[in-house]
């Protein structure tokens, strides 16, 4: 069953709910468009889609479009058509019971951004999840007083373990915010509610590292720590923010395919800046080179990842997955390095990836729908650094002779075809793309476009 909605008292319950019934949930990400939507829940053979009133439209465009259309749960009074189901009525029909659940069976089915232009959906068990969420505890040592404040969306995997499954099977609580913005909100909320642990990606840690908290504020506040995931964070914003706040920021690193994860600077021993800490009690990584041999600490190689949190594997795509995992070895393809002490150090991230606000742009995708337009004869994405985003895309094309179309043409034809934080933020026209002698593209001589 899928689910896409905003953050909700209605989306744990489902959540849940949905696992009681020995069914998997399929978390949508709420940027995404009709065409998208429609992808994941053909692929995943969904039966249902539990959805909300802000999305409720994108949601009937994509299931109108399927051949075997899932029934459409609504939460809200913004039933249209005859078929949709009232999600209030499901507490009075009794159509649901529970059944037995075994911990190598489907939880959760991920979709992340694939190299090849689709996502892919990684697959959880509930031993998967469990295990983290108990390595989780062990590292933040959230107790039944706790309360955390849940800004992030919550189809994102490191909001679902870090921020609602965590709390709970600790008998915490936790507090939803629909959105980080207005921000005055989520002061309020932090103070009212007493928040002890606040997580959140680093643009939210650059946007505070910069404000001067009132010395009364950082009195009242109950806050013991702050967690930054998704996202490289820069040792400028972990210092100002602690300097700034006075409250202890962890950097942690993670991926989907590992529930996700693998490692954090400990809130309790030393937090080294600029790593992302030590690997979580139960799970083991390795740096090898492209010939799979362990490097020694200090030298710079992939990262790989072993435990009882690496995925079962991806949905329908045997080869894939066993591409990913070797060995009993999830091959990250994250490039990185350990010191002396085994605190991890990312020096980059999975080729040619990028991360806006948080959230992963796979060049490829974009390029294959500018590569749609008529115009278009070679397109190539790259990552530029952005203050505000973290990253931004920036497009270069070149157009096919006696066709024209300019920067904004292009960015108009890909709305609607691409979820709005995958639009490049900027396109270019060039004449010509560097290329390798056999006609491959070169991305790493690309950004030097951008100086000129």
């Not at 909605?5 to 069914?23: D, M, Q, R």
């Not at 070797?326 to 091959?331: A, D, M």
Request: glycine residues 8%; hydrophobic residues 40%.
């Amino acid at each position: 069953m899928a689910l896409i909605a905003v953050n909700c008292p209605e989306y744990v319950v489902s959540f849940f709910g949905i696992l009681k019934t020995a069914s998997c949930i399929v978390p949508i990400n709420n940027f995404l468009v009709a065409d998208e939507i429609k992808y994941i829940l053909s692929d995943s053979k969904a039966r249902a889609v539990i959805t909300g009133v802000k999305y409720y439209d994108v949601v009937r465009k994509a299931v109108m479009q399927m051949e075997n259309r899932p029934a459409v749960i609504v939460i809200g009074n913004c039933v249209k058509e005859d078929r949709d189901i009232d999600y209030r009525s499901l507490f009075k029909s009794g159509r649901f019971r529970e059944t037995k659940v075994m911990p190598d069976d489907a939880a959760v089915i991920i979709y992340t951004s694939g190299t090849t232009g689709f996502p892919k959906g990684a697959i959880l068990s509930h031993y998967n999840l469990v295990s983290n969420v108990k390595d989780c505890l062990d590292v933040l040592h959230v107790g039944k007083k706790d309360r955390i404040v849940v800004v992030l969306p919550l189809f994102h995997s490191f909001t679902i373990t870090v921020c609602m499954l965590t709390p709970l099977f600790a008998g915490a609580s936790f507090i939803l915010l629909e959105s980080v913005r207005p921000f005055h909100r989520v002061i309020r909320a932090i103070i009212l509610g007493r928040v002890t642990g606040f997580v959140g990606i680093p643009q939210i840690f650059h946007l505070l590292s910069d404000k001067k908290i009132p010395w009364l504020v950082r009195k009242i506040l109950k806050i013991r720590f702050c967690i930054s995931g998704s996202a490289p964070l820069s040792e400028e914003v972990l210092k100002n923010f602690e300097k700034n706040t006075g409250l202890p920021l962890m950097e942690g690193y993670g991926l989907s395919e590992a529930s996700p994860v693998v490692s954090v600077n400990p809130l309790r021993g030393e937090r080294k800046v600029g790593s992302v800490g030590l690997p979580l009690k139960n799970v083991s990584i390795k740096i090898v080179d492209d010939d799979e041999k362990e490097l020694p600490p200090g030298e710079i190689g992939e990262i790989i990842v072993k435990g009882p949190n690496v995925m079962k594997g991806y949905l329908n795509l045997e080869e894939e997955t066993a591409k990913a995992i070797r060995g009993g070895w999830l091959f990250t393809g994250d490039i990185g390095k350990v010191d002396k002490d085994g605190y991890i150090y990312i020096i980059d991230r999975k080729k040619d990836m990028i991360l806006s606000h948080g959230l992963n742009v796979y060049p490829r995708e974009v390029e294959q729908v500018l590569y749609q337009h008529p115009s278009v004869r070679d397109a190539a994405v790259v990552g530029v650094k952005d203050k505000h985003r973290g990253e931004k895309a920036v497009a270069f094309v070149t157009l096919r002779d006696g066709f024209r179309a300019g920067p904004g043409e292009l960015v108009k034809f890909c709305k609607g075809k691409l979820a709005p934080y995958k639009i490049p933020h900027t396109i270019r026209i060039e004449k010509e793309l560097p290329r390798t002698p056999t006609g491959k593209i070169l991305k790493k001589d690309i950004k030097a476009l951008m100086e000129k």
